[in-house]
């Protein structure tokens, strides 16, 4: 379920952001930053979670922290490489991307733990 949750949030995060470059639509380019940042580190940090969490018996919500937490770092130090050649960078909008992207992608891994430990009722219901 969370696994279509994350699929689904990329995509719409891409397609909108697609929408915004090819219009030029100043309302959805505002949350550019944000938008490539959860497509990025989306697609990256979901598989890898989705594999360790299959592949392991590591808590999985650290492990959804630890990794996020490692691939938003990533991420950012390849824009400070690429950066320093080109154009100047926007850096409160890219550190406000990332810090908004790495809080969603905890929270919702976050919200689906927290979801497991609901204890369910085995009886029917009237």
């Known amino acids: 379920m969370v696994l279509l949750i994350a699929i689904g949030i990329i ?17 959805i380019s505002s949350f550019g930053y944000v938008l490539d940042a959860l497509v990025s580190t ?3 940090g979901n598989l890898l979670v989705f594999v360790l969490n299959k592949t392991t018996k590591l808590n999985p919500l650290r492990t959804a922290i630890s990794v ?21 960078v926007n850096w409160a909008g890219v550190l406000a991307g990332y810090v908004v992207s790495f809080l969603l992608w905890i929270g ?5 733990r927290r979801s497991d430990s609901i204890p369910v009722d085995p009886r029917p219901s009237v």
């Open 11 to 27: 995509v719409i995060a891409f397609l909108l952001h697609r929408y915004g470059v090819r219009n030029n639509a100043a309302y």
């Open 108 to 112: 919702i891994h976050w919200a689906w």
């Open 42 to 44: 989306g697609v990256v």
């Open 68 to 88: 996020f937490a490692v691939v938003h770092a990533a991420l950012l130090l390849l824009i400070v490489l690429i950066s320093r050649n080109g154009p100047p």
